[in-house]
């Protein structure tokens, strides 16, 4: 019968005497070779060996009871190489190539040369059958200084456990790359032959899985933008860019941290840079470094944009001829802007209207841009574009755009937090009045099933009443749609859906606080339909009375891929604008169901120029009522056709 000895002290540690080893001393190193053994035999007795069968009977042997323990702790001085901490267990009744086989966990004692601890989980269904507690070298020889084996529990373990490193220094690397040349200081200077220089470092396979940042920091701002490219061994790369001007990056690492095949710098341009430090960091780390209040962004240089020039000597951003519109910014690829609230961008006084655009890297889909503006009109000089908490780690880019012909002249720009922000002053519209846009939509807050939108209220000076008084129409649900054209979109994630057609016990009405434009997100209820239009009243007057349809939306490669990882094109719906006055626009659709996703106000008329396209017109040749419902030639009365109103006898 196999016996157990049991550790009598379970409200110490209990010491694991080592110096029963040959040639062993606490506190002095002790040497091992490649696949050294060395081990404390801890149970009474052999196994009794069959080496004929191949077998061994273990039923004289007393084993050690570590069942009060929960650990094998080392505490260890120094160790120049990788150390195997092991337990042994009862013996599995076999003998294989080394002898007796016995079951047996086991853990890493890491090279060090710093004093610290190490420790080993014993397993709990086998530790009150512990044989002998070893360590064992690896391919290479060194060795390890030792200053104390026990067993402890798991408070004693906890209380000396060392805190995982925050960060790990990758500077060796860096001093690795061909033609790196290292200062007295400990920075290294890099120089980039030809523009996107791959100046790269080969790790392999590099775990750094304990880790969530990649940080480089430059000795000094470069002429040029440098860029940090991330390849893994599996999955897509990563990278990060530090703008010209600029010397601090962080880099957010991937789900495939855990296999790094190489990182790289790169220049934007022939030259030199000085890498001051570069090394992993965790989240905490990252969180407790001193934080900017602002992030310029560099006049120096706006690489991104379509159809405009900038001339950096006077700041001047000239929209060309050749498009209805165009822009020019900053290009990040996927920055981290999570330590700023607003982008703000300031202007000598503006003399037309235009947009600031962030524009983000969508998580989900690494190509997906997904476009916030930040509209002023004439007269602006600061424009406040607020960040999306949700998506700024991983800002696209960021530019201004305005109607061909148009030009701005910038003071500044840059990333800041709140503290930091100053007042906007988005201008004056051609009415003399202060463009302000405010937005009605929904959230996953939002979400109201049918019967539980009556008389519910959005917005406040600008705000949408629901009347759904039968209570089983009206409903918003979660459901994404990009609206704009193919330049810009803006994408929205929840809709209310009328369920269908208005009467009076199921329409919308919108509180107009003065005189503006009103911009409507709204798709049919029905791809197929081809008859349901949109009409919004104001007093007497009809605003707007056309049919929505599917076909009106275009197909715009927005980056993103199909369920099989193909590329494929979204569908961008247009916007409706129409000029509101002060007062209540009646919101019906007399046909059948639309499904709105949000409707924007803008004080005054704006004078800004989009190519935003309008729903599309009514229909050669067709004839509708005033209701906006499709009749026939037998109708009698007020009917609209080709865009026109007749009367039909």
């Known amino acids: 019968m196999v016996m157990a000895l049991v550790a009598m002290s379970v409200s110490a540690k209990e010491p694991i005497d080592f110096t029963k080893i040959s040639g062993f001393a606490y506190g002095t190193a002790f040497k091992l070779g490649t696949w050294d053994w060395k081990g404390v035999t801890l149970a009474q007795g052999e196994p009794v060996k069959d080496e004929a069968a191949k077998t061994a009977d273990d039923s004289n042997v007393t084993y050690y009871d570590a069942s009060a323990y929960d650990y094998v702790v080392v505490k260890y001085t120094a160790s120049t190489i990788d150390v195997s901490l092991i337990a042994q267990y009862k013996c599995k009744g076999t003998i294989g190539q080394y002898g007796t086989e016995f079951n047996q966990g086991q853990s890493t004692i890491g090279a060090s040369t710093e004093a610290t601890y190490a420790a080993l989980e014993l397993d709990a269904t086998q530790k009150k059958t512990v044989n002998q507690i070893a360590i064992q070298s690896g391919s290479t020889a060194g060795e390890i200084t030792i200053d104390e084996v026990y067993f402890a529990t798991k408070d004693e373990w906890e209380a000396v456990k060392p805190k995982p490193a925050q960060t790990k220094d990758m500077m060796a690397s860096v001093k690795g790359i061909a033609n790196a040349k290292t200062n007295d200081d400990g920075t290294v200077t890099l120089t980039g032959a030809s523009a996107w220089a791959w100046l790269g470092m080969w790790l392999g396979s590099f775990d750094a899985s304990a880790f969530d940042y990649v940080v480089l920091e430059l000795a000094e701002p470069a002429d040029f933008t440098v860029q940090l490219a991330i390849q893994h061994n599996v999955g897509d790369d990563v990278s990060g860019q530090i703008p010209a001007g600029e010397t601090l990056m962080k880099v957010k690492l991937s789900e495939n941290k855990n296999a790094i095949k190489q990182m790289a710098l790169q220049n934007a341009a022939v030259g030199s840079f000085t890498v001051k430090a570069f090394y992993f960091a965790t989240q905490d780390y990252v969180d407790n470094m001193s934080k900017p209040t602002t992030k310029n962004l560099p006049l120096s240089n706006l690489s991104s944009g379509w159809n405009a020039t900038y001339d950096a000597a006077s700041k001047l951003i000239t929209i060309g001829d050749e498009k209805d519109e165009g822009g020019k910014g900053w290009w990040y690829g996927s920055a981290d802007f999570s330590d700023f609230d607003n982008v703000v961008v300031e202007f000598e006084e503006t003399t037309?209207?235009?947009?600031?655009?962030?524009?983000?890297?969508?998580?989900?889909?690494?190509?997906?841009?997904e476009a916030v503006p930040g509209e002023f009109g004439v007269g602006a000089t600061c424009v406040v574009v607020p960040l999306d908490a949700t998506k700024k780690a991983a800002v696209k880019q960021i530019y201004i755009t305005g109607a061909k012909g148009s030009t701005y002249t910038l003071k500044a720009a840059y990333a800041a937090v709140a503290s930091a922000t100053p007042e906007a002053n988005l201008g004056k519209t051609e009415s003399g009045e202060t463009a302000k846009p405010v937005m009605i939509s929904w959230g996953a807050d939002d979400i109201a099933a049918?019967?539980?939108?009556?008389?519910?209220?959005?917005?406040?000076?600008?705000?949408?009443?629901?009347?759904?008084?039968?209570?089983?129409?009206?409903?918003?649900?979660?459901?994404?749609?990009?609206?704009?054209?193919?330049?810009?979109?803006?994408?929205?994630?929840?809709?209310?859906?009328?369920?269908?057609?208005?009467?009076?016990?199921?329409?919308?009405?919108?509180?107009?606080?003065?005189?503006?434009?009103?911009?409507?997100?709204?798709?049919?209820g029905s791809s197929s339909a081809t008859d349901r239009n949109l009409v919004l009243t104001q007093g007497e007057s009809e605003l707007y009375n056309k049919v929505v349809k599917e076909a009106d939306a275009v197909e715009v490669d927005l980056g993103n891929v199909d369920g099989e990882g193909n590329p494929k094109k979204d569908k961008v719906y247009p916007v409706i604008e129409v000029a509101v006055k002060a007062g209540t626009v009646a919101v019906t659709y007399p046909t059948n169901s639309l499904n709105f996703y949000g409707f924007e106000f803008v004080s005054g008329t704006t004078g800004i120029q989009q190519t935003i396209a309008p729903a599309k017109v009514i229909e050669n040749n067709v004839i509708y009522n005033l209701a906006g419902q499709k009749v026939n030639e037998s109708y009698k009365g007020i009917v609209i056709k080709n865009g026109k109103k007749f009367i039909q006898k």
């Open 450 to 524: 049918k019967g539980s939108l009556d008389g519910k209220t959005y917005g406040e000076d600008f705000k949408l009443t629901i009347t759904d008084t039968n209570k089983a129409k009206l409903e918003i649900d979660a459901n994404n749609a990009y609206f704009g054209d193919a330049t810009t979109q803006i994408k929205f994630t929840h809709r209310l859906k009328t369920g269908g057609k208005s009467d009076s016990k199921n329409n919308m009405a919108l509180t107009i606080p003065s005189d503006g434009t009103l911009k409507v997100y709204v798709r049919t």
């Open 352 to 369: 037309v209207g235009g947009k600031v655009v962030v524009e983000y890297e969508d998580a989900a889909a690494s190509r997906r841009a």
